[in-house]
């Protein structure tokens, strides 16, 4: 059974910046896409970025150009850089296998606020 175990979040000012990091347990982290998710208040999950296996990179128009996903299969870990933070970012973050998902994990509140 893969867990999926996300940290980092935490309460930032707008313009800020954090780093997210999603460890994930099992040998398959590196065979498959990985992408970050988000829930905000109210609203349904969304997918803010996923990560191939070799590395290629998708993002949502949202975080585009702010957000910056990146992976370490020797260390079956992924990140999420936030940065140039807005008070719209706020959410709880997620990681999960994409497209196929696995059970989600507790997340990482992310609060923008100044």
């Known amino acids: 059974q893969v867990q999926l175990v996300e940290s980092g979040g935490g309460l930032v000012q707008p313009g800020g910046s954090l780093r997210l990091s999603c460890a994930a347990s099992g040998s398959i982290f590196r065979l498959v896409a990985m992408g970050w998710y988000r829930q905000a208040p109210g609203k349904q999950r969304e997918l803010v970025a996923y990560?191939?296996?070799?590395?290629?990179?998708n993002y949502a128009d949202s975080v585009k150009g702010r957000f910056t996903i990146s992976r370490d299969n020797a260390k079956n870990t992924m990140y999420l850089q936030m940065n140039s933070l807005k008070p719209e970012d706020t959410a709880v973050y997620y990681c999960n296998r994409h497209p196929s998902l696995l059970p989600w994990g507790q997340g990482t509140q992310v609060t923008v606020s100044s």
């Open positions: 990560i191939f296996s070799g590395g290629s990179t």
